[in-house]
């Protein structure tokens, strides 16, 4: 009871450590489940023994057994479900080739080239050395997630990672058990063939697991046949089924099942979505932090002792410095990724959760059956996991810099709400190169953003996940567009520092407009036009139009005509190379105006005569 109680304490406690240092929580879970495993038995025990022992002599210990494997997978499979319903088809318009490419072409270079490197350093055998080659394949988006959420990147960049950590696991986690079942026959010449029928069952069997469920389950939340409060456990309880049941059919193909059944949802119409999203990150947390002391508490000193090589060293640093910039450049090529938005993704390649859970699993059965070398694996493969975390946790924002993918300005515009007003001015912005992110809590017009190509979320501001959404780390801008004026002040003083660095604004309130003399900066558009008088002028005129501005006086005389007009309403400012700035309330404020700048508004035609 100490040890599982401690587990989850100190776990949670690894948590905390890692929000509050800004690393990923790999990182100080690792290093308690080695501090109370090896590390206890040898320096801080008396007797020699763990402080928290999952596996002893095999047959006891907290999962004596097969007992902790099987924990692990459960977990992982819950922990990939997660994922799965994080990835949007929206995010990858531009670069759906990239990782399409990533997770094959990569993964075959990774595959093949460590493979050939393990055994050229290490001499293990051909067999052992491609097994761990199939087990570092994967990076592990519970470790990438937190670095991209640290540094402000391109969108394009953030999503390619975060699509090749989730999706690449299951297929890292089936090249290994190929080889593993490779192994165990010793290479028996019927092997080619039974390996076609097995990819092809775990194909086979994981897609259509994982899709009808995903609608049996979406069907039943949607029509109220499951009671609200039942929502999350029978949820739970679907993802566990449909992995038990796949891997009852096909041996490893579970993973592969809930991360489909995850997109399938995630891509949906499911009204509880969000309800089912925090749960189950709640859960991965608490999973992920028992997973990796559990693992890493399971290394014995003896297996340490391994690594204290120069072998180690070299088979890392090819790994990391060699074949991962090698599979990201073949399979970015032809992309419209830059040279050194390349040499950062190559960079950020951190393995997690499931390389380490299959790494020991398939060690320890490989040395129960006497397999030369075995003893290599799990090991090697922790190196590697932790070598990665700590290289891109502590270098991933320098490095960033260095090669000029950081964002120094923050260019993205965050819109509170998704009403036709803001749709209307999310449009323009994005036509004009802006990338717009759209929240509401209304899924109708969430829905509606993304039917004309915007991208949405469908949250409130009051979300506590929000600010750790890594689609936002370009956002510079914040504009509160709902109709509660209470909401727009929450959004500027709870995220105007996060995402307004550039400039935070949010319509007027009635009272503002009633008071010539109380014109915030932070107002948008005008002193004389709220929620109400905009969603009425884009009823009336659903178009934005932009005019020609001859000088200052000029710019002066058309906002004039727009604070007479109430069917005109002032927008934004674009400059001559295109650059858009918003236009507050203070509608003076914007300091440079020249001829050949336009004036952007909603609403009906200005008449040029009269401009």
Avoid: C
Avoid at 96 to 114: D, E
């Amino acid at each position: 009871m100490l040890e599982l109680a401690g587990i989850i304490i100190l776990g949670i406690l690894a948590q905390w450590v890692a929000w509050k240092l800004k690393i990923p929580a790999i990182l100080p879970l690792i290093l308690i489940g080695l501090l109370v495993g090896p590390i206890a038995s040898e320096f801080l025990s008396d007797d020699g023994t763990k402080w928290i022992e999952p596996i002893w002599n095999g047959e006891k210990g907290l999962f004596p057994g097969e007992g902790l494997y099987y924990f692990v997978s459960l977990a992982i499979s819950i922990i990939l479900f997660e994922g799965g319903l994080t990835l949007k088809r929206s995010e990858i318009k531009t670069v759906g080739p990239v990782i399409t490419k990533l997770i094959t072409l990569g993964s075959a270079i990774t595959f093949f080239g460590a493979g050939i490197i393990a055994y050229l350093i290490f001499g293990l055998s051909w067999e052992l050395s491609f097994l761990f080659a199939g087990l570092i394949i994967v990076t592990g988006p519970t470790v990438i997630t937190p670095i991209l959420r640290n540094i402000p990147l391109k969108k394009d960049i953030s999503t390619v990672l975060k699509w090749e950590g989730i999706l690449i696991d299951p297929i890292g986690a089936l090249v290994a058990v190929l080889v593993f079942e490779f192994i165990s026959v010793e290479g028996d010449s019927g092997f080619t063939k039974t390996a076609l029928i097995e990819f092809g069952k775990i194909i086979l069997f994981g897609t259509t697991f994982g899709f009808t469920f995903a609608h049996a389950l979406a069907f039943a939340i949607n029509k109220k046949l499951i009671p609200h409060y039942l929502l999350n456990v029978v949820s739970l309880s679907t993802v566990l089924l449909v992995f038990v049941e796949s891997e009852v059919f096909a041996h490893e193909s579970g993973l592969l099942a809930v991360v489909v059944m995850g997109m399938v949802l995630g891509n949906g119409k499911l009204e509880n979505i969000k309800e089912l999203l925090y749960f189950k990150e709640s859960l991965s947390v608490l999973l992920i932090s028992i997973l990796f002391i559990l693992l890493a508490a399971n290394i014995s000193i003896d297996d340490l002792m391994l690594l204290y090589t120069w072998k180690t060293a070299a088979l890392f640093a090819i790994v990391v410095f060699v074949i991962r910039p090698l599979a990201v450049f073949l399979s970015t090529s032809g992309s419209n990724l830059s040279t050194n938005e390349k040499l950062f993704i190559s960079w950020v390649g951190p393995r997690g959760i499931v390389a380490a859970g299959i790494a020991s699993l398939f060690g320890s059965k490989l040395m129960k059956q006497g397999v030369e070398g075995a003893e290599y694996i799990t090991p090697l493969v922790f190196m590697i996991v932790l070598g990665t975390v700590l290289l891109n946790a502590t270098t991933a924002r320098l490095f960033a810099k260095m090669v000029g993918v950081f964002l120094k300005k923050s260019e993205g515009i965050l819109i509170v709400g998704a009403s036709q007003v803001s749709r209307l001015i999310g449009k323009y912005l994005e036509d004009n190169n802006r990338h717009v992110v759209l929240i509401d809590s209304n899924q109708t017009n969430i829905q509606l953003a993304q039917d004309i190509g915007l991208e949405g979320i469908n949250t409130d501001i009051y979300s506590e996940t929000l600010g750790d959404n890594i689609e936002l780390n370009d956002v510079g801008y914040l504009m509160a567009l709902t109709g509660n004026s209470d909401i727009n002040q929450y959004a500027i003083n709870k995220f105007g520092e996060q995402f307004g660095e550039n400039g935070s604004f949010r319509l007027i309130t009635v009272d503002e407009m009633a008071d010539s003399n109380n014109s915030p900066k932070e107002g948008l558009f005008s002193h004389t036009d709220d929620f109400h008088l905009l969603t009425e002028v884009a009823r009336k005129y659903p178009e934005i139009h932009e005019i020609e501005i001859n000088d200052r006086a000029h710019y002066e005389e058309l906002i004039e005509i727009t604070n007479k007009d109430e069917d005109i309403i002032p927008l934004l400012v674009k400059d001559k190379k295109g650059v858009l700035e918003i236009i507050s309330s203070y509608n003076k404020a914007i300091e440079k105006i020249e001829k050949g700048y336009k004036l952007v508004y909603l609403g009906k035609p200005i008449d040029v005569k009269k401009g």
